[in-house]
């Protein structure tokens, strides 16, 4: 399987088509982030907001224990995916906010090498190495051991 090269960085404003592969993408990379760390089904929802013209919109991935929310609402500081804990998804606020890059949403194959499946041919990337965990993505274990 070949690196995703999907522009994250590239404006959805006044660009519709642009908008419409920055939702249809998000929306992928969240279901398989939902299935890398095993979220049974009905136990989050994924949605997506379009917005107006002028704004990418957002896609959510709204888990019982974790919010996280794909935007292009923070370009100018390099910033895109919030993530934060809550206790319910009909809690809308939730823990303290933890922002990464949109390039993090960037799929590639896994390194593992076990037999390839649905939920583990690829993997989001949060490098580990990039930052400390406090200034990037909550673990699974902040999240409340989402999985």
């Given amino acids: 399987m070949e690196i995703d090269m999907f522009d994250w960085n590239r404006s959805c404003s006044y660009d519709e088509q642009q908008k419409r592969r920055f939702h249809t993408t998000a929306r992928s990379r969240l279901k398989k982030l939902a299935a890398e ?11 997506s907001n379009k917005a107006g013209i002028a704004v990418s919109g957002e896609i959510i ?36 906010n933890h922002f990464v890059a949109l390039g993090m949403m960037t799929f590639r194959p896994s390194p593992r090498p076990s037999a390839p499946s649905p939920a583990s041919d690829g993997v ?21 051991g989402l999985g």
């Avoid at 760390?37 to 949605?47: Q, T, W």
């Avoid at 019982?64 to 993530?83: C, N, P």
């Avoid at 580990?128 to 673990?139: D, I, K, R, Y």
């Fill in 37 to 47: 760390l095993a979220l049974p089904p009905g136990s989050f929802d994924l949605r």
């Fill in 61 to 96: 991935l709204h888990h019982d224990r974790a919010y996280i929310q794909v935007g292009q609402f923070g370009l100018s500081s390099g910033h895109g995916v919030l993530i934060r804990t809550c206790k319910s998804r009909k809690d809308y606020t939730g823990g303290a």
């Fill in 124 to 144: 989001l990337l949060f490098p580990q190495t990039a930052a400390p965990p406090e200034a990037t993505a909550p673990t699974s274990e902040a999240c409340g």
